[in-house]
C-alpha cells in the first residue's frame, strides 16, 4: 500500500488549500482515510477521517472550516482546507486502512504554511 499526497504550500491567513492523497492499494480494499497534521515539536494529531460510506468526523479546531472527502472510484482522499489560520501550519499525512487485515499506510506529508 503507497500513499502519494499533494496540494500543501504557502499561503496567507485566511486563504484556502485543497490537499490530495492517491493510495495505490493493490488487491485491498480501503476502509477509512484520514489525514492528520504534524507542527514542529507537536505530536501527530488527527486532522479528519471518513468511512468508506462517507461518515466523517473532525478535530474540533477545524471543524466548520475544513471538508474531507473521498473519491472511492479513485482511491483518493481530499482535504479543503479554508479560512487557514496561522496554527494549522503543519505537515500533513494522509493515512489509510485496509479492509483486509486492516493494515496501515501513512504517506510522506507535504507542508502546509499559513503565515500571518
Known amino acids: 500500500v503507497q500513499l502519494q499526497a499533494s496540494g500543501g504550500g504557502l499561503v496567507q491567513a485566511g486563504g484556502s488549500l485543497r490537499l490530495s492523497c492517491v493510495a495505490s492499494v493493490g488487491i485491498f480494499s480501503i476502509n477509512t482515510m484520514g489525514w492528520y497534521r504534524q507542527a514542529p515539536g507537536q505530536q501527530r494529531d488527527l486532522v479528519a477521517q471518513?468511512?468508506?460510506?462517507?461518515?466523517?468526523n473532525y478535530a474540533d479546531s477545524v471543524k466548520g472550516r475544513f471538508t474531507i472527502s473521498r473519491d472511492n472510484a479513485k482511491n483518493t482522499v481530499f482535504l479543503q482546507m479554508n479560512s487557514l489560520k496561522p496554527e494549522d501550519t503543519a505537515v500533513y499525512y494522509c493515512?489509510?486502512?485496509?479492509?483486509?487485515?486492516?493494515?496501515?499506510?501513512w504517506g510522506k506529508g507535504t507542508l502546509v504554511t499559513v503565515s500571518s
Open positions: 493515512k489509510v486502512v485496509t479492509r483486509q487485515y486492516s493494515i496501515v499506510a
Open positions: 471518513i468511512s468508506s460510506g462517507g461518515a466523517a
